[in-house]
Structure formats: structure tokens, C-alpha cells
């Protein structure tokens, strides 16, 4: 599994809109400032986020983006899956994969299955506010 650049910033998007103020829309142009991705990049990110309800848009003098719930209610997971598509280690594990003839016989199977639980889990297990705030599971500090 390899996250894309689109996945890495809607994670940053996401960690910036959960430590702004609640409630206060966070202008476009201040958000490309302060991570460095172009405006029109952002919109192509902020897209896929709103249509699932992750993000509300306003436009105007004081318009910009803003989650529609709480930091803890998102999780990293939800956020990647949303935007990667999936999060399977192989071709093989993605939900829209063709059946595998070699399924039945594969002994690597069993594997790739507890990777992708052990990724899905982790992400699961980490939220925007987990994020925002610092904190992390032990593993994922270095």
C-alpha cells in the first residue's frame, strides 16, 4: 500500500480544519499558505471530502472549509479509505477485486488478511484529534 500525495494532504487539510476554532470556516487561500499545496490542488481534495460530508465549503467574504462533526468523530482510516480508494497491502484484498482463482489454494492468503486487518485497524484507531493534539499510539512514535 502506497498513500498517494492526494491522501497525505487531505490528512493535513483535515489535522488543520481539526485544530482551527469549531464552527469557523478556514479560507482556501490560507490553508494552500500554511501547507503549501496550490489552491486549484486543494479544491480537487476538498472535493471528494465535501460530497462525502466530511467538509462543508462556504463561499464569500468569510468563506472557506469546515468539518461537519467533531475531530475525534473522523478517523484516519475513514479519511484514506475515502480518498485511496482502499487501503489493501495487495491487488488481491481490495473490496472491488475480481475473485482470486488461486483463493482457494493460496498460502499467502491468510497474510495479506492480517495485514490489511492490522492496517485498517491502526488507522481506525487514530483520529483527527488524536492528530491535532499530538497523540499518538505508541507505534506510530519515532
Not at 472557506?64 to 488481491?92: F, H, M, N, W
Request: with cysteine; proline share 6%; glycine share 10%.
Amino acid at each position: 500500500m502506497v498513500v498517494s500525495s492526494k491522501g497525505r494532504y487531505a490528512l493535513r487539510v483535515m489535522v488543520e480544519l481539526a485544530a482551527a476554532p469549531a464552527g469557523e470556516y478556514q479560507p482556501l487561500a490560507r490553508i494552500s499558505e500554511r501547507q503549501g499545496i496550490s489552491e486549484k490542488y486543494l479544491e480537487a481534495i476538498f472535493s471528494p471530502l465535501a460530497k462525502a460530508g466530511f467538509v462543508e465549503g462556504q463561499r464569500g467574504k468569510n468563506g472557506g472549509y469546515r468539518l461537519t462533526k467533531a475531530p475525534q468523530d473522523y478517523t484516519v482510516g475513514s479519511i484514506l479509505r475515502l480518498t485511496e480508494k482502499t487501503l489493501a497491502p495487495v491487488a488481491c484484498m481490495a473490496p472491488d477485486a475480481p475473485a482470486c482463482g488461486r483463493a482457494g489454494q493460496c498460502s499467502t492468503r491468510a497474510m495479506w488478511h492480517g495485514l490489511d486487518r492490522l492496517i485498517n485497524d491502526y488507522f481506525d484507531g487514530i483520529t483527527l484529534a488524536d492528530l491535532a493534539e499530538g497523540r499518538l499510539p505508541p507505534a506510530a512514535k519515532g
